[in-house]
């Protein structure tokens, strides 16, 4: 299984910017997706998550700012951010895991991150 992230960026803080993973070596409809971030000095945090069957969960500190969105006919899971703040700092990475419970905490298959960095 390999996810490929980009879309990464230098976006000042009320920009927006939309990542893209591609998967590939899986059977993508039947996994569900979501997106993590690790800032600098900070533990991972779990940022968005789809399920297979389409539905979504975002961490509050995202809610109504980012939306993610998969297209199980290009295997790509997207995540649009919007309204950026400097908090959103961090390395963002696509994951992937057959079980929903298992995405949201420690998901089998990790992409190599791509770098948002949101100045203010």
């Known amino acids: 299984v390999q996810l490929q992230a980009c879309g990464g960026g230098l976006v000042q803080a009320g920009g927006s910017l939309r990542l893209s993973c591609a998967a590939s070596g899986l059977t993508f409809g039947s996994y569900h997706m979501g997106w993590y971030r690790q800032a600098p000095g900070k533990e991972r945090e779990l940022v968005a998550t789809i399920s297979s069957a389409g539905r979504t969960y975002y961490a509050d500190a995202v809610k109504g700012r980012f939306t993610i969105s998969r297209d199980n006919a290009k295997n790509t899971v997207d995540l649009q951010m919007i309204s950026l703040k400097p908090e959103d700092t961090a390395i963002y990475y696509c994951?992937?895991?057959?079980?929903?419970?298992?995405?949201?905490?420690?998901?089998?298959?990790w992409g190599q991150g791509t770098q948002v960095t949101v100045s203010s």
């Open positions: 994951t992937a895991d057959t079980i929903y419970s298992s995405l949201m905490k420690s998901p089998r298959y």
